[in-house]
């Protein structure tokens, strides 16, 4: 059993701040804000990658609860990320579905987009790929 199935499951403590039949929402322990709440399912999904069309109820109920997570912060107006690293070169640490809510704030650099717009034609060529593919 993991990390977070044993923190949905009660068997280890952790910071609730609400939970249903699904889903779980606790402050991080190592946190990038000072209201930083993960999100994640009761189910044991491993992450995006993984998720299967029969989750589709499950992920929008996720969503929502990161907007309940959001308001019953006080993060909704200062405007908030929601992140979820898949996989282990993109940051995932714990290897089941989570969303970060972490709150953002006037003055401080969001620090994800470059700095200069992508080539186009680079852009185009690469979703023809994926088309393709498809």
Same mark, same amino acid.
């Given at each position: 059993?993991?990390? !977070? ?14 939970? %249903? ?13 000072? @209201? ?19 989750? $589709?109820?499950?992920? +929008?109920?996720?969503?929502?609860? @990161?907007? /309940?997570?959001?308001?019953?912060? +006080?993060?909704?107006?200062?405007? !908030? /990320?929601?992140?979820?690293? @898949?996989? $282990?070169?993109? +940051?995932?640490?714990? *290897?089941?579905? =989570? *969303? =970060?809510?972490?709150? /953002? ?5 969001? +620090?994800?987009?470059? $700095? %200069? ?7 185009? $060529?690469?979703?023809?790929?994926? /088309?393709?593919?498809?």
């Amino acid at each position: 059993m993991c990390l !977070f199935c044993k923190i949905a499951a009660k068997q280890i403590p952790a910071k609730i701040l609400f939970e %249903d039949e699904d889903v779980v929402a606790f402050h991080d322990i190592n946190p990038g804000a000072p @209201t930083h709440v993960l999100v994640i399912p009761k189910e044991h999904v491993v992450s995006i990658a993984e998720a299967k069309p029969e989750h $589709a109820a499950l992920l +929008g109920k996720l969503m929502l609860a @990161t907007q /309940r997570a959001a308001e019953m912060t +006080g993060v909704t107006a200062s405007g !908030f /990320r929601v992140v979820a690293n @898949t996989g $282990a070169h993109a +940051g995932q640490s714990v *290897f089941h579905l =989570h *969303f =970060h809510v972490i709150p /953002r704030y006037h003055g401080k650099d969001l +620090g994800i987009h470059a $700095a %200069d717009p992508a080539d186009q034609a680079a852009l185009a $060529a690469h979703a023809a790929r994926i /088309r393709a593919a498809l």
